[in-house]
C-alpha cells in the first residue's frame, strides 16, 4: 500500500503515531493499534495506528505521520511512503509472561528494551511491562539483564583511561546539590568523572536544572568524550544524549503512576553508570521518615542490592547511608540552589555549612576510592583541594568549556523578582523541616521551569527562632505564582516550631 503524506504536526513525545482516514482503515482492514511497517526509500519503521473519524484531521487517500515517524522515515509533507500490517512484537509475549509472575531471559529483557528504544510499544504494553515489574519484583538475574541491555541501548561513552569516577544520591532530599562541588574537587585531584545528570521529575530542582542557571548541560557525545580527557570531568543532562534511552521511558510511565518498582531502579541508576564506563560508583542513600528510603532496614537492602548489581556490573560500588529528614543548603529551586554551590565554592560566609560539610564527605571518600589519598585522608584531602581554590577553578573550566559564562558570581544569579517572607508564628524551637512540603511550595512557586523560583531558608531544624523572624522567603515568576506559593505555604508550612 501506498499513500502520500500528511505532515500532522504534532509529537507524542515517543511513541510513534501514524493516521489513516476510516474509509482507507475500513477498506484495508486495518484497526486501531495495529501496527504498521512503512518504507521510503532505504529508511524503515514500524508504528501504532490511529483511525482518524473526519476528513478534517486526514483525509482519505492520505496517511498522518508524527514528528517521531516523519523523523524515522526522513519524510515531509506529500512525500509517498509505502507501508504493510507488521507483526505485533515477540516481546508482547515476554511481558505476558511476567505479568504472571513469571522470571525472563536475558534474551526476552533484551527485546523488550530494544522494543521500548524503538517505540515499537503502546503504551498499555510498556504501563504494563512497568507495573508487572513492580507487582512482581525482579529477580537479580533479571535486573542485570535489564541493567547490561538498557546501558548498551543508547550511546556510551568510551574512555580509556582508569579509574572512571561517578557519583549518585537516589534521591527525594531538596537542595542536595552536591554534585556541581564534588565534581569539581574530584576532577582537580586529577581523576576522571564524566558526570551525568537528571532533571527534576517530581523535585523544584534536578542537578542538570540548577546546572543549566550557570552553563549549557546539553553536549554531543565527542564533546563530552573530550572534556573528560582535557578536564577530567563534566556535568551535563544525560537525557540529551541517549545515555540508555529506554530509562527515561520507563521512568515517564512510573511517574504518573507513583511507583518506583525496586529492581527497575536498580538497573535505571546502574546503567546510566555503565554507559558513561564508570568504574567506581559513591552512592548516597537519604533516610527520610516520608521519603523513598524511610529506615534504616530498608536503606541497608538498597545498600546490599546495589553493591551486589555492582559487582555483577564491574562497577565498583560505595554506599553512604545519610540523614534525609530536612533539605541540604538553604536554596531549593534551580537558581538558589546554584546561588549556594557557588557560596561553597568561593568560600563565602553565607556557603551552607551542612552542603560544605556533605559534599567534603563524599568528594573525600571518592578520592579514596580513586586512590587519590590514603585511608582516612579523604576528607582532609578534599577540603584542602576546596580552600585552596583549585575546586573553583576547575568549576569555571568546566563551566566555561560547555558554554558558560568566564567568571561565575554568586550575586549575579539572577533570582525570580516576586517574593514572601514566611515567618515564625511564635517563639521556639524549629523540630522539624517537611521536604515534600516544602518541594511543594517551591514547585507552586514556579520551580523548576522558570529557574529564580523557588524558596530560600533562613533557618533549619534544631535552630531557635523568635515569633516574626523569617522561616524563608518564596521567590515567583509572578504575582499569580507567589500568590500560589504562599497558599501553599498557609496550608502546609513545612516548618514545625515547638
Not at 501504532?48 to 522515515?73: H, N, Q, T
Not at 533539605?327 to 568561593?346: K, S
Request: hydrophobic share 40%; net charge positive; proline share 5%.
Amino acid at each position: 500500500m501506498r499513500l502520500p503524506v500528511k505532515d500532522m504536526d504534532i509529537a507524542t513525545g515517543s511513541v510513534r503515531v501514524v493516521i489513516l482516514n476510516q474509509q482507507d482503515a475500513a477498506r484495508m482492514d486495518l484497526h486501531a493499534n495495529d501496527r504498521l511497517f512503512l518504507r521510503k526509500g532505504g529508511r524503515k519503521a514500524i508504528a501504532i495506528l490511529d483511525v482518524a473519524e473526519s476528513e478534517k484531521a486526514v483525509p482519505p487517500g492520505r496517511i498522518g505521520l508524527f514528528e517521531e515517524v516523519l523523523d524515522a522515515l526522513n519524510a515531509k509533507h506529500n512525500d509517498i511512503v509505502d507501508f504493510i500490517l507488521a507483526r505485533k512484537p515477540e516481546s508482547i509475549d515476554s511481558i505476558k509472561l511476567k505479568m504472571d509472575g513469571k522470571e525472563l531471559t536475558p534474551s526476552q529483557i533484551n527485546g523488550i528494551v530494544k522494543d521500548i528504544v524503538h517505540s515499537n510499544l503502546t503504551d498499555v504494553e510498556l504501563t504494563s511491562f512497568v507495573t508487572a515489574n513492580y507487582i512482581h519484583g525482579m529477580t537479580m538475574n533479571e535486573v542485570v539483564s535489564l541493567t547490561k541491555s538498557m546501558a548498551y541501548s543508547g550511546l556510551h561513552l568510551s574512555l580509556r583511561r582508569r579509574p572512571i569516577m561517578d557519583v549518585h544520591s537516589i534521591g527525594g532530599v531538596p537542595g542536595n546539590r552536591t554534585t556541581p562541588i564534588v565534581v569539581p574537587i574530584v576532577a582537580a585531584a586529577g581523576l576522571t568523572i564524566p558526570k551525568t545528570s537528571s532533571r527534576a521529575i517530581t523535585s523544584p530542582a534536578g542537578t542538570a536544572d540548577a546546572l543549566e542557571v550557570l552553563t549549557n548541560v546539553i553536549l554531543p557525545k565527542e564533546k563530552l568524550e573530550r572534556l573528560a580527557y582535557q578536564l577530567g570531568g563534566f556535568m551535563v543532562w544525560g537525557g540529551a544524549i541517549s545515555l540508555a534511552p529506554a530509562d527515561d521511558k520507563i521512568i515517564a510511565v512510573e511517574h504518573p503512576l507513583n511507583i518506583d518498582a525496586e529492581g527497575q531502579m536498580l538497573a535505571s541508576i546502574m546503567a546510566k553508570k555503565a554507559s558513561v564506563g564508570a568504574t567506581h560508583l559513591l552512592l548516597e542513600i537519604p533516610i527520610d521518615r516520608n521519603g523513598k528510603v524511610r529506615d534504616e532496614r530498608r536503606a541497608l537492602h538498597l545498600k546490599n542490592a546495589f553493591c551486589t548489581l555492582g559487582n555483577k556490573l564491574g562497577i565498583d560500588v560505595h554506599v553512604l547511608v545519610t540523614d534525609g529528614s530536612q533539605p541540604i543548603g538553604n536554596g531549593i529551586g534551580p537558581a538558589l540552589e546554584a546561588r549556594d554551590v557557588i557560596w561553597v565554592l568561593t568560600d563565602d560566609r553565607r556557603g551552607p555549612q551542612d552542603l560544605r560539610e556533605k559534599s567534603l564527605i563524599m568528594a573525600g571518600k571518592l578520592l579514596e576510592m580513586g586512590n587519590c589519598c590514603k585511608r582516612g585522608e579523604g576528607y582532609a584531602t578534599a577540603e584542602r583541594i576546596l580552600d585552596s581554590g583549585e575546586a573553583y577553578a576547575k568549576f569555571i573550566e568546566i563551566i566555561k568549556a560547555q558554554g558558560g559564562p568566564r567568571i561565575v558570581k554568586a550575586d549575579a544569579v539572577p533570582l525570580s523578582a516576586h517574593t514572601f517572607i514566611v515567618r515564625a508564628p511564635r517563639n521556639g524551637t524549629i523540630t522539624n523541616m517537611d521536604n515534600k512540603a516544602l518541594a511543594s511550595i517551591a514547585k507552586a512557586a514556579g520551580a523548576p521551569s522558570d529557574h529564580g523560583s523557588g524558596i530560600f531558608l533562613h533557618k533549619h531544624r534544631s535552630e531557635n527562632v523568635r515569633r516574626g523572624e523569617p522561616l524563608y522567603t518564596i521567590h515567583a515568576g509572578s504575582r499569580d505564582e507567589l500568590r500560589y506559593a504562599t497558599s501553599a505555604a498557609r496550608a502546609f508550612n513545612g516548618v514545625s516550631i515547638r
